[in-house]
């Protein structure tokens, strides 16, 4: 049976008639993609919700007529779609995603954390001074890549510096499928030189460390949001945490845009195609090295090391990739290894139950 959206989408404009206000769903990032999914009888009796913003005990949803509080659900993040259960708010399902942005989690618990999903783009958020760090930002490009969300660098903060030259030739020389924008943060600036990402529908993460602009970008975007924020730490250039919750906000007209706490820690997992595509140059020379295990340290008919050896690579680059692969590797097996266990102690104690039943 052929379904039926058009009670949730935005009809098309008739010829002579202006461009309609999108929807609330449609400002939410409600596409398609989402709507075939489901059948019209489940968006009558479940409407469909995002996940706004998340808190230890709870997530606040927004959809057509509906702001609400929930209890958490298991696997779910800020940016997810779900078909709200009214009846039973924690049961509700939530749909596929289309992209979804991780990391191991922080300390020594082998799980994932997720930090969003279903973003359309990244802004990777620098200042122009002590913090800009070239591995860092691989890190998030890597993780924007696999999670197939388009990644832009950000560079804030570049009136402060005698020399913002440097910091934006080092950014540009990450990976050419990076843009690379250099504002300042406050007034209508972000409006203009991010307004190419920022369109009706499109849903934009800033992500970076704490005091690099995060929460006045997202302000300039809004032109009336009045998120805290706070000053960098003057001795060493690191930032204090005032966004401490992961939030999408809303902006009419414009995009959804979500604000993140800064991370210290972004460590890497699942991300072998992404790191792939940030070091696409070393990928394709791997191809080539005499061994297909080669470890790109020592081996002969190494490929890789022939290119830093002729001056093609640097070699601190070819240190950075390695380091990220090693923990990709590791951590992607530890997870593995943790799942595995979770699984087997899960089959013994139904077991139990089972024999306890008897």
Not at 16 to 30: H, K, N, V
Not at 68 to 84: C, R, S, Y
Not at 142 to 168: G, H, N, R, W
Not at 263 to 282: P, Y
Request: proline share 5%; charged share 25%.
């Amino acid at each position: 049976m052929t379904r039926d959206y058009s009670k949730f989408l935005r009809p098309p404009a008739k010829a002579g008639e202006s461009t309609r206000t999108p929807t609330i769903l449609e400002q939410l990032g409600w596409r398609p993609f989402f709507a075939q999914q489901i059948s019209t009888e489940e968006m009558e009796q479940t409407p469909p919700v995002r996940i706004v913003e998340v808190h230890r005990n709870g997530f606040n949803v927004l959809g057509n007529g509906i702001d609400t509080f929930i209890p958490p659900i298991l696997d779910a993040t800020v940016g997810d779609w779900l078909l709200l259960d009214r009846e039973a708010p924690g049961d509700s399902r939530v749909l596929e995603r289309k992209s979804v942005i991780k990391r191991r989690a922080p300390g020594s618990d082998r799980t994932i954390q997720l930090i969003a999903a279903n973003i359309d783009t990244a802004f990777i958020v620098s200042s122009c001074n002590q913090d800009f760090n070239v591995a860092r930002l691989e890190r998030y490009i890597a993780v924007a890549f696999e999670a197939e969300v388009s990644p832009v660098i950000v560079l804030t903060k570049s009136d402060l510096c005698e020399t913002p030259e440097q910091f934006v030739d080092a950014a540009r020389g990450i990976s050419d499928l990076v843009p690379v924008v250099v504002l300042d943060a406050r007034g209508d600036e972000p409006q203009q030189r991010l307004a190419e990402w920022c369109k009706p529908g499109q849903t934009v993460a800033f992500l970076g460390s704490s005091g690099v602009g995060k929460s006045t970008l997202t302000n300039a975007l809004s032109g009336n949001l009045s998120i805290e924020t706070q000053a960098i730490r003057e001795d060493d250039a690191k930032g204090r945490h005032t966004t401490t919750s992961r939030k999408l906000h809303v902006l009419p007209g414009r995009c959804a845009v979500l604000d993140t706490p800064g991370m210290r820690e972004l460590q890497l997992t699942d991300v072998e195609t992404g790191i792939a595509n940030l070091f696409s140059d070393l990928h394709e020379l791997s191809t080539q090295c005499r061994f297909n295990d080669c470890r790109h340290e020592s081996e002969p008919g190494c490929a890789v090391l022939q290119a830093v050896e002729a001056g093609e690579i640097e070699n601190l680059r070819l240190r950075r990739w390695r380091k990220l692969l090693a923990e990709d590797r590791f951590n992607t097996s530890s997870l593995e290894q943790r799942k595995a266990k979770d699984k087997a102690l899960g089959k013994l104690i139904r077991e139990v139950k089972k024999q306890g039943q008897r």
